[in-house]
């Protein structure tokens, strides 16, 4: 059984123009490793905002472990992202209000708890940079 399918996905930015997505389908098998190639606005980071649950197709179905990934409402979507998706973007998108070690910890430090945290602190202390920026969350890693 494939762990994410997608079916016919359609998608336009704008109205009259060619889709930037055409009926695209694929399945990926647990534990297979895929890469998408293609020149450069065939549309490869639409398709992977898509898989990824980041945005919507205008036609079409992802599933993801056999769920309807954009049958869910908003915030059920935005929880499922932070535990079982990953994104490296393109461009950084770091927070500049933050420091170099609360950049790399956020996406952890938002499940909150005391144990996401420790994992936190464990990511950025075991970082290659080594970060020694100090955190304003009130704990120290
Ligand atoms: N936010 C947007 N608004 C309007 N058009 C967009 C938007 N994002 C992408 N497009 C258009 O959709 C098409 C696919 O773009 P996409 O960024 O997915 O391509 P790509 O394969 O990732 O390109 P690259 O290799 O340059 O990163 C392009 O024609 C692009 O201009
Ligand atoms: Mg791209």
């Known amino acids: 059984m494939s762990i994410l399918a997608a079916q016919d996905l359609v998608r ?3 109205r009259g123009a ?3 997505l055409d009926r695209v389908s694929l399945q990926v098998a647990a534990g297979e490793f ?3 190639a293609g020149p450069s606005g065939s549309g490869k980071t639409t398709l992977l905002a898509i898989l990824g649950g980041l945005d919507r197709p205008d036609s079409g179905r ?3 472990d056999g769920e309807d990934l954009y049958a869910r409402g908003a915030d059920a979507l ?3 992202r932070a535990a079982a998706i990953s994104f490296v973007f393109q ?3 770091l927070l500049p209000t933050l420091t170099a070690l609360e950049n790399v910890s956020l996406a952890v430090y938002c499940k909150r ?3 996401a945290q420790a994992e936190a602190c464990h990511l ?3 970082s290659a940079l080594r970060l020694r920026a100090p955190s304003r969350w009130g704990r120290r890693c």
């Open 12 to 14: 336009s930015y704008e």
């Open 18 to 20: 060619p889709p930037s």
């Open 34 to 36: 895929l890469a998408v």
């Open 62 to 64: 992802v599933m993801l």
């Open 78 to 80: 935005t929880r499922l």
């Open 91 to 93: 461009s950084h998108n």
């Open 113 to 115: 708890g005391a144990a």
């Open 124 to 126: 950025a202390s075991s």
